[in-house]
């Protein structure tokens, strides 16, 4: 169970992360990136699907409970459509070797899903450079948000804080399967939360400070 205090915190949390417009923003953002997925991603769309991938609509600032008139590009660490994005992108077989692969993961049947992910972190070389555990984990959880989740080292330190368990963010399947029956313990079961408000809540409270005292 989550304790009192970081249930409290949470809750705090939520007054921004349950408004219709928050929720509208992440939704809207995700659902034209499936489109973009199941039609079949070009190595040309692969900016305009990482900008998706990252559309949010939150407050300018964290004391405040006021959402922003306009969506940002925000919802993700900078290099997620950053450095890591241009790395991927460096050369027009680089992107079409990303594309692919984004391709594969997304089309994979429910019993390879996890196969593949693990071809994403296979020892160098490696298909898809800078992709780490970000890109792989958010195309699982497009496919299926009610059991995946985006998975990135600081999320899982803010997660293992709320549980006082070690969750290892080595690129591992096994890792990221103990990440994904931890947030579906504090978040999907205790809580209920929808998919979209979860790594808002565990950033927020990084940010915050709240979890200082619960490591």
Known sequence: MLRAATATEIEKIRRISRKPAFLRARRDAEEEARRLLSAGLDSNELRRFFRLCNTERTPAQTSSDKLRAKDTDTRFPQSFTGANLNHMLQTPQ???????????????????????????????????????????????????????????????????SITGETLPCDQEVHNYGRYNQAVDRCFRIEVKVEPQEIDYILWRLLEDGSLKNHA
Do not use: H, M
């Open 94 to 160: 680089t992107a079409e070797e990303c594309a692919r692969w984004i391709t594969r993961l997304w089309q994979a049947k429910k019993d390879d899903e996890l196969s593949v992910l693990e071809l994403f972190w296979q020892p160098r070389p490696r298909p898809v450079n800078g992709a780490g555990t970000g890109l792989p984990t958010v195309i699982l959880y497009l496919k299926r948000p009610a059991t995946y989740s985006v998975w990135l080292p600081k999320l899982s330190k803010a997660l293992s």
